[in-house]
């Protein structure tokens, strides 16, 4: 039986905070060293990740006026993410800005290359700040992962081996699920399970908020087990939320043999799939699952090498396509998921957003 991925137990965010000054560094790394060694990290490597931190504030702090902040996220593995969101004037030349050495008021000078050779994985994004008449987001992005058994671990955990042995492209995933107010409980939950070739994930958003939302979302890993066709499996958790408050749901499955994408759902959600021709947005069949709602209807994409599919609960913003984020749909799953959650999340609402990617 394949491993099942659960966001309210593997995707975690443990720690936010703004940075306004060299100081926020001291609780950062206060905050990291006790989650690092809760979670099996050696010592060496819980003092490069103290260094990450220091280089990601003093950046913020010198090139973004203290208007950012620090995140501590948990992700499956276990894998250890440390964001670094600001609202600075963005990177004009980012090649650059990543050689050592290299500084100027509008780059992250020589903590970028340090960032990434301290890091198992590191990845960038940044925007530069736009004149036109619509505000668009601009900044910087660093993604910072460690793996309890390094870099290795890293590629393995997010099927790169399987690449390589079956000349494939990898299938990837990113998660970002962030409760109203970071409540204990989180009414949005992703599960996801990958068999050999094909990944397949169950988005749901429990109506309501707090434990009642996630208890309606609980209990529903097996039937992501059991059932294999999207239509089969979304008309199974529609029987199991017969007697419950409810839930509106995504399925998806994407597969490297196939080379196909199937995605259907109910409710107030909304997906994105990016294919090499451009993206393209939708929502789904009105109603609730477990109540009344009227029929899904199956979307299928064929798909030669690459294909993005983004699916996201309602307490993201739909009102975004690739031109607010230009060049950020080429990178890491994961990177997109924090942009996108973090960025276009309402605070009046739990927020998930899940990033499924081949090629």
């Known amino acids: 039986m394949s491993h099942i991925i659960d966001s309210i137990r593997d995707c975690k965010l443990l720690h936010s905070s703004p940075v306004q000054s060299e100081s926020a560094a ?44 620090l995140q501590i996220w948990q992700q499956p593995g276990p894998v250890l993410d440390i964001l670094s969101l600001d609202y600075g004037p963005g990177i004009v030349d980012l090649p650059l800005a990543e050689e050592d050495g290299y500084s100027s008021v509008n780059t992250l000078g020589k903590g970028l290359g340090s960032i990434r050779r301290l890091s198992d994985q ?8 736009s004149h036109g008449r619509e505000k668009r987001w601009n900044g910087t992005v660093l993604l910072a992962r460690f793996c309890p058994n390094g870099k290795q671990e890293c590629l393995e955990t997010e099927n790169d081996q399987f ?55 609980a209990d529903l890993a ?17 029987r199991q939320l017969h007697n419950s408050r409810g839930a509106v749901a ?12 199937h995605i259907l759902g109910v409710g107030d959600m909304h997906a994105h799939i990016l294919e090499q021709d451009g993206m393209r947005s939708f929502s789904f069949a009105p109603g609730v699952l477990g109540k009344e709602h009227k029929s899904p209807e199956v979307t299928s994409v064929k798909f030669d090498q690459r294909c993005i599919a983004i699916t996201a609960s309602d307490g993201i913003r739909r009102n975004w396509d690739e031109a607010n984020f230009p060049g950020l749909f080429n990178l890491h799953p994961q990177l997109i998921a924090y942009v996108l959650g973090n960025i276009m999340g309402r605070i009046s609402d739990d927020q998930s957003v899940c990033v499924a990617s081949i090629g």
């Open 26 to 69: 001291i609780l950062l790394r206060s905050k990291l060293a006790a989650i690092a060694q809760r979670l099996g990290f050696s010592e060496l490597r819980r003092e490069n990740m103290a260094l990450v931190v220091s280089e990601m504030v003093s950046n913020q702090v010198k090139h973004a006026g203290g208007k950012g902040m």
């Open 122 to 129: 590191a990845h960038v994004y940044s925007r530069q700040e």
């Open 163 to 217: 690449r390589r042995r079956q000349k494939h492209p990898a299938l990837k995933i990113g998660l970002f699920s962030r409760s109203l107010s970071d409540d204990r409980y989180n009414g949005d939950r992703i599960y996801v399970r990958q068999d050999h070739e094909t990944l397949r994930w169950m988005h749901l958003d429990g109506l309501g908020h707090g434990e009642p939302a996630e208890k309606a979302t």
């Open 222 to 238: 097996g039937l992501l087990q059991h059932y294999n066709a999207p239509a089969e499996t979304l008309a199974a958790v529609d």
């Open 250 to 261: 995504i399925i998806g499955e994407l597969g490297l043999g196939s080379r196909a994408l």
